[in-house]
Nanobody, 119 residues
Framework: QVQLVESGGGLVQAGGSLRLSCVAS????????MGWYRQAPGNERELVAS???????NYAASVKGRFTISGDYAKSTVALQMNSLKPEDTAVYYC?????????????WGQGTQVAASS
């Protein structure tokens, strides 16, 4: 089992910045992808950004150039620097970790942290 604890988030004006952090504990040695998802009211949960244990990153088109993901697999941490926030970035942000092999995968989720950008 893996536990994820998030910190950061809050309310900022549009154009502002926030930083989210997440620490994984438990059986973290087999985690090979960490990242962030978000879910706004009435919407499905969507990928924001991810980073693999090989340092490969993936971003949603809507956040490219504004958000930066970083990870330290030795410390089992992942962070998301969010700049130039827009009202449409308002959502609950969830830390995610995946333990995947060729035959099965396990997904783990944090409790979520609220991010809001006011216009």
């Amino acid at each position: 089992q893996v536990q994820l604890v998030e910190s950061g988030g809050g309310l900022v004006q549009a154009g502002g910045s926030l930083r989210l952090s997440c620490v994984a504990s438990g059986n973290t040695l087999r985690i090979n992808v960490m990242g962030w998802y978000r879910q706004a009211p009435g919407n499905e949960r969507e990928l924001v950004a991810s980073i693999s244990s090989l340092n490969s990153t993936n971003y949603a088109a809507s956040v490219k150039g504004r958000f930066t993901i970083s990870g330290d697999y030795a410390k089992s941490t992942v962070a998301l620097q969010m700049n130039s926030l827009k009202p449409e970035d308002t959502a609950v942000y969830y830390c995610h970790a995946r333990d995947a092999t060729m035959i099965r995968e396990y997904d783990y989720w944090g409790q979520g942290t609220q991010v809001a950008a006011s216009s």
